[in-house]
């Protein structure tokens, strides 16, 4: 993102990641940013930070850290998807509230989208045991999750300056 940590990115005047941080805090009491020690976070008012450990840099890492810290459900999604609504994260929830289920996740497109779920503690062994270099997709198919259907954009991410471009664009 041309030097500019990704969370604090502008889009339309705002920090990236305030946008599914908005999301987030319409549905849920309590809005957490899981990052490295070293990511640079724009303020966002009403929103934790907790740190993880510095290695492994896998989105694993951060998910099963908020499932540790937490020590109960969480929804989880990516501080670079600004499209995602409150409206989604209620179907996650909603999905995932009989909690037998150890993960109910987005699915756009027919692709899994691992970074936009409910990870229930039930998760953790699985997630802790995968292997560091596994595909994040693969490991969280292994918790054979509930799938819900999203629309495609709201699970786009904003990886580089084009895409940054391209979502102010576009952005409804």
């Keep these: 993102m041309d030097g500019t940590s990704k969370p604090a990115a502008l889009l339309r005047g705002r920090p990236l990641a305030s946008y599914p941080a908005a999301a987030l805090a319409a549905v849920c009491e309590r809005v957490a940013v899981v990052c490295k020690p070293s990511t640079e976070l724009p303020d966002l008012p009403g929103t ?3 740190d993880e450990p510095e290695r492994p840099r896998h989105p694993l890492t ?4 908020a499932l540790e810290r937490a ?11 600004p499209f995602v609504t409150p409206d989604a994260c209620l179907s996650l929830l909603t999905a995932a509230g009989g909690g037998g289920a150890p993960a109910a996740v987005a699915i756009a497109g027919g692709v899994l989208q691992p970074v936009f779920g409910v990870y ?8 802790r045991a995968a292997d560091e270099g596994a595909a994040l997709t693969a490991t969280v198919e292994a918790l054979d ?6 629309p495609p954009r709201l699970v786009a991410s904003v990886n580089t300056p084009e895409e940054l471009t391209a979502a102010e664009a576009t952005f409804t």
């Excluded at 951060?62 to 850290?65: K, N, Q, V």
């Excluded at 229930?120 to 997630?127: E, F, N």
């Excluded at 999750?145 to 999203?150: K, L």
């Design 48 to 50: 934790e930070r907790w």
């Design 62 to 65: 951060g998910i099963t850290h």
């Design 71 to 81: 020590e109960e459900p969480v929804i989880v999604c990516a501080a670079d998807m």
């Design 120 to 127: 229930a503690p039930l998760a953790l062994d699985t997630l």
């Design 145 to 150: 999750p509930i799938r819900v259907a999203v």
